[in-house]
């Protein structure tokens, strides 16, 4: 077969006399052999690793912030799982991203608060499929 993975982007901005949209199709990636990995794991206020499960091939993650309040801030490590996290993006609630990663890549996040009462751990979901 081919085309197992199926992605599609659609984006549409307008505020004031501002208008923009982006619809580059369908994007079809063929995947070798069968691999998912994630889950809706908790993330703590101090980084930690993100559970791809046994993916260790190259693939699409998509991570999404399942918390109504809390922000949550991700990045691939500076050395495996013992480095530490440079920061490259962040996830207000409800958010979602989309990017391919190398193969044994190591992505770490951490729970984030935009006020002074503290963050509390919040959920992410985790998806990643080989190709």
């Known amino acids: 077969m081919a085309n197992e993975i199926v992605i599609s982007l659609y984006v549409k901005v307008e505020k004031g006399f501002f208008s923009d949209q982006f619809s580059p199709g369908q994007i079809l990636v063929n995947q070798a052999a069968v691999g998912k990995g994630g889950y809706a794991q908790l993330i703590g206020t101090v980084a930690e690793v993100v559970d791809f499960g046994d993916v260790v091939t190259e693939g699409y993650m998509i991570l999404r912030n399942l918390d109504t309040y809390n922000y949550i801030q991700y990045g691939p490590s500076t050395g495996g799982t013992s480095g530490s996290m440079i ?15 190398s193969a044994g890549m190591v992505m770490f996040a951490q729970a984030i608060t935009g006020d002074t009462t503290g963050a509390a751990a ?3 979901d985790v998806r990643v499929y080989s190709d």
Do not use: T
């Open 87 to 101: 920061v490259f993006g962040v996830l207000r609630p409800g958010e979602v991203a989309l990017m391919r990663v």
């Open 122 to 124: 919040s959920l992410l």
